[in-house]
């Protein structure tokens, strides 16, 4: 039971890998933006570089003009601090002739968890310091100024600001190689506010609040495309090279990739829900993608996917075809088997198809074994990468009554335009019939008008009914298209004016 | 004579006037096809809804390793993409989000910031901007 208890409250702290016995300014960034970042503040002092004028490098703090003797107006400020004891030094000088009064005065400034965003609590000061004589441009004095007894060695935060006062003229005061004792406690990553010991139940270095997987140490994050919460739909023409009727609804599928990550940022899986919704073309098409620039070895499996055991694809041990040079997943091989025959979902009032949803994951790391190839970082891993495709199907040449038999043809691939090929495509059909790919040219899946067979619309497409071309469904198609989708980005959205609804299923 | 030289004159104007005229303002507006078979796409068009965009991220140098979770989201906070990144690090993240988002939401620890896009690029530095 104490060892569940140990285990269940592993606290550590995630962010910070070690920690300073000073916290120290020399000012040699010469960027207060740095420092500001990492929870310094600065108040009318700024870094000067004049020539002659830093106590000791290239930088040095410069306050700004002094009105009225106030401690409030030109001050530095540490990050939050647990200070230990000892002495707290740093080196100024006075840098103009003319003032009436100059000094510096240190506060230390509690923490008040009351007081957001800031939370600091009423400044208390512990010294104060005035120059004799102003009017002179005076010597480097170093400072050195004991910890009060009341914050040395606390459990508690606290930050030190060292202000600068006076009264009269312009002479501003000169500072430099500011010396803390004490840890740095601050949280650039939250506002700097104070370290908090942060849950890690898995252990895996990213907090149980960030975590996806707060228990599996060889997860940690979903990332999400087209979003979290936004199937898109991918609406192909599958007569490829033949033009068809643009009516867009021979093959329809929503996607939404789910990308989980571990905390190296490594790829471990992605898993991929893809619902068939529609089979408006009478052949039977399947339906893959291929990962750009990922060779097949990087993934140890493949589940979930719909492959018959009489297919035309030859699938490999690891659930990728084989005979490809990047990882090419096939999600069904026949879009009529999964979902319904000729027509389907494309017809008003005739008989409806429920959708069919495959759940496909891909397995890349398995239990924190990466697979033979290696790892996939997540940066590879982006959505641009995934290169989706349908397969379509030849006429045999035989004419038996009034129907020309088809098989499925695995050469026949169909892209989305500009997306290049797999290894399995049937180059010799570029070029022929509609077609226009030039690859020399990096021209792919467009006819010599640059019409795609087929549409990737992120938000979701509510596609045309049988044999209606998309332009006569959705009426700004063709303003999009010319203006390259500069124009009526909305195309597909339901707005006033968009659509004609008796022609979308 | 007078009326000849008239003439003269008055042809002279209208030539002046005429060479004056721009290209752009004699020619007819251009008129969108009707149908997809009329429709000449742009060879660099891919008929998605979506664009490419990278968001580059400048590190801040830090005292101490500060590692927390990055997360970017489109405006309307829903979540694109997620890694844990050390503050000091200067990255690159390549998204695909739809033609109509001006801009991301990024969160990094506790804190959330709103970055715009632009030309198909965003930026955004952890090193803040000194307001003082």
């Known amino acids: 039971m104490k060892k569940l208890f140990l285990l269940s409250v592993l606290i550590t702290l995630v962010s910070f890998s070690e920690s300073m016995a000073q916290v120290t300014l020399n000012c040699e960034s ?46 530095l400020k540490t990050p939050w601090m647990l200070v230990s004891s000892g002495n707290i030094t740093f080196n100024a000088r006075l840098g103009g002739l003319t003032g009436t009064t100059r000094g510096i005065e240190l506060f230390y400034i509690p923490y008040d968890g009351n007081n957001p965003p800031a939370y600091e609590g009423t400044p208390v000061s512990f010294y104060s310091y005035n120059w004799p004589a102003p009017g002179i441009i005076t010597p480097v004095m170093a400072f050195v100024v004991p910890v009060p007894g009341a914050i040395a060695n606390s459990a508690a935060v606290y930050k030190i600001r060292v202000s600068f006062t006076g009264e009269g003229g312009l002479a501003p005061i000169i500072s430099d190689d500011f010396v803390f004792p004490g840890l740095y406690w601050s949280d650039p990553a939250n506002g ?93 098409d399947g339906f893959g993608f291929q990962i750009d620039g990922i060779t097949p070895d990087k ?80 940066s590879q891993l982006t959505p641009a990468v995934f290169n989706f495709f349908i397969v379509g199907e030849t006429l045999t040449g035989q004419v038996i009554g009034n129907v020309q038999p088809t098989f499925q043809d695995r050469g026949k691939e169909i892209h989305l335009a500009g997306r290049v090929p797999t290894s399995r495509a049937n180059t010799a059909l570029f070029g022929t019939r509609d077609d226009d790919t030039r690859p020399g040219e990096g021209k792919y899946y467009k006819t010599a008008n640059n019409l795609p067979w087929g549409v990737n619309i992120l938000q979701g497409f509510d596609y045309p009914i049988e044999k209606t071309p998309v332009n006569e469904a959705y009426l700004h198609f063709i303003e999009w298209a010319a203006s390259s989708g500069t124009a009526y980005p909305d195309w597909y959205s339901n707005a006033p004016g968009n659509r004609d609804p008796s022609k979308i299923y | 004579m007078k009326t000849l030289k008239l003439f003269f004159l008055f042809s002279a104007i209208a030539m002046v006037l005429a060479s004056g005229c721009k290209k752009s303002e004699l020619t007819t507006p251009v008129s969108l096809p009707k149908t997809l078979k009329e429709l000449k796409a742009a060879d660099s068009f891919n008929w998605t809804t979506g664009m490419a965009v990278e968001l580059q991220i400048t590190g801040l140098p830090t005292l101490v390793p500060v590692k927390s979770t990055l997360t970017v989201n489109l405006a309307n906070g829903t979540t694109l993409f997620s890694k844990l990144h050390q503050m000091d690090e200067n990255a690159i993240i390549n998204l695909t989000v739809p033609t109509t988002e001006k801009e991301l939401t990024l969160r990094y620890g506790s804190v959330t910031y709103l970055v715009a896009i632009t030309n198909n690029k965003a930026f955004f530095s952890f090193i803040p901007v000194v307001t003082d």
């Open chain 1, 30 to 75: 010469g960027n207060r933006a740095i420092e500001q970042g990492n929870c310094w503040g600065f108040a009318q002092a700024t870094y000067t570089g004049t020539p002659g004028v830093p106590i000791t490098g290239s930088w040095s703090l410069q306050s700004g003009s002094i009105p009225g003797n106030s401690p409030d107006a030109s001050w």
């Open chain 1, 299 to 378: 993934i140890c499996s493949v589940n979930g996917n719909s492959i018959s055991h009489v297919t035309i694809y030859s699938i490999g041990p690891n659930g990728l075809e084989t005979g490809q040079t990047y990882a090419t997943c096939i999600v069904f091989d026949d879009s009529h088997r999964v979902l319904g025959l000729c027509q389907g979902n494309t017809e008003k009032g005739a008989a409806f198809s429920p959708y069919v949803t495959l759940n496909v994951r891909l397995v890349f790391i398995n239990n924190g074994i990466p697979a033979p190839g290696g790892v996939v970082a997540g």
């Open chain 1, 192 to 284: 700097c506010i104070p370290q908090a010991p942060v849950q890690d139940s898995d252990g895996d270095g990213v907090a149980n609040t960030d975590d996806a997987y707060p228990n599996d140490p060889n997860k940690a994050y979903n990332s999400y495309f087209p979003s979290a919460t936004q199937a898109g739909t991918l609406a192909f023409e599958d007569l490829w090279p033949a033009k068809g009727d643009y009516d867009f609804n021979d093959v329809v599928v929503d996607y939404k990739l789910q990308t989980v990550t571990n905390a190296a940022n490594n790829v471990v899986e992605v898993n991929g829900a893809f619902t068939l919704r529609a089979t408006g073309g009478c052949f039977n």
